[in-house]
């Protein structure tokens, strides 16, 4: 059995490469299982982690979320009763690690939200890949130089604790950044002695988060076109200042979320009739009746928050995209995505060998 460690940032594709990678190697013959350590819970509600259902539904995996998925986490985990009954997390880990190996040819193992977290009990990526005796398979996603700055930093880290690394995977890489990506941040990354498999372009189809996505992350009260949920948003408009000022950003912004306060129902008429998938009310403030009576008719949700602006622009950081079992067009998006821009077949020979 070959284990394949998949790491990086949240919203970087490794779910999406692990997912297109998996099925081509099925492809072949292989029986293929998924390992996720450490799962993020967004919200306060429990509930079964997307990335786990949707690979127990591709690969018709046997195991309960549970034991695919044995940790949980969120952003404020360290608490005293963590630190003093479930510090020791490794044991358990290991134990539903070895269940989901038995009997299959390659397990995909999932990287937490960000490659460090963990790292306060020793389960980041690095010392989980070391544990665990898997692969490495990095993602990255550079929408800047920092970020690229970043993976270099990681690269030397896989290198530092001796973990072999089968290459590496540039994703969800944008227009603007395609040129930079090719010219100057691939041989950044060959320089190290790493392999880099593909460069694969941005998707919207499968990239863009979905309203539903917002709605998971902001815990707030749906007011108006429920059904029209799996629209997605590809840009954030603020509407703080005059209509004639917003006017031309919310004409050049498609399918965007407009975040504004539900006293600026003029903004919100102005949006629904531009590209907009969702309109955010913050503060609480029930909007005019006007708008929702527009929204039901273009099928676009409304969503009422109660913090205010700033804090619900800081919770949209952590919005990204989740594929679901039943978005089949999306899967076979993945699939096709990585037989065009990526050496799959490297990760193949690696598992064979």
Request: proline share 4%.
């Amino acid at each position: 059995m070959k284990a394949i460690y998949f790491s990086g940032k949240a919203g970087g594709g490794k779910t999406a490469a692990a997912l297109g990678i998996g099925i081509k190697l099925r492809e072949k013959g292989l029986k293929v299982s998924y390992f996720k350590p450490i799962g993020f819970r967004r919200g306060t509600v429990k509930k079964d982690d997307d990335d786990v259902m949707l690979m127990r539904d591709v690969f018709e995996l046997p195991f309960s979320s549970e034991t695919v998925s044995p940790v949980t986490v969120n952003a404020h985990y360290l608490t005293a009763r963590f630190m003093k009954e479930d510090k020791d997390l490794y044991p358990r880990i290991e134990k539903a690690f070895k269940k989901c190996s038995e009997g299959y040819d390659v397990v995909l193992v999932d990287g937490s939200i960000e490659p460090y977290v963990g790292h306060n009990q020793g389960l980041d990526d690095f010392e989980l890949a070391t544990k665990l005796k898997t692969a490495a398979l990095p993602i990255i996603r550079a929408d800047d130089d920092f970020h690229i700055d970043q993976n270099l930093l990681y690269m030397d880290i896989w290198k530092d604790n001796d973990i072999e690394v089968i290459g590496t995977i540039f994703n969800n890489v944008s227009q603007t950044q395609w040129n930079k990506c090719n010219s100057i941040y691939k041989p950044l990354v060959e320089e190290k002695g790493f392999n880099v498999l593909g460069v694969v372009p941005c998707q919207v189809e499968i990239s863009a988060p979905t309203v539903n996505e917002f709605f998971d992350v902001l815990n707030g009260e749906l007011i108006a076109a429920p059904d029209h949920m799996n629209r997605i948003v590809e840009d954030v408009v603020v509407g703080t200042m005059t209509i004639e000022s917003a006017l031309s950003y919310l004409r050049r912004a498609p399918n965007k979320a407009l975040v504004t306060g539900g006293d600026r129902s003029d903004m919100a008429l102005t949006a629904l009739e531009t590209s907009t998938s969702v309109i955010i009310f913050t503060g609480g403030l029930y909007p005019d009746v006007r708008v929702l009576s527009r929204a039901e008719e273009k099928g676009v949700p409304v969503i009422l928050v109660h913090e205010d602006t700033f804090t619900t622009i800081e919770n949209l950081q952590s919005v990204y995209r989740s594929i679901h079992p039943q978005n089949q067009d999306a899967i076979n998006l993945v699939k096709k995505s990585i037989e065009q821009h990526v050496d799959w077949e490297s990760v193949l020979n690696f598992v064979q060998k």
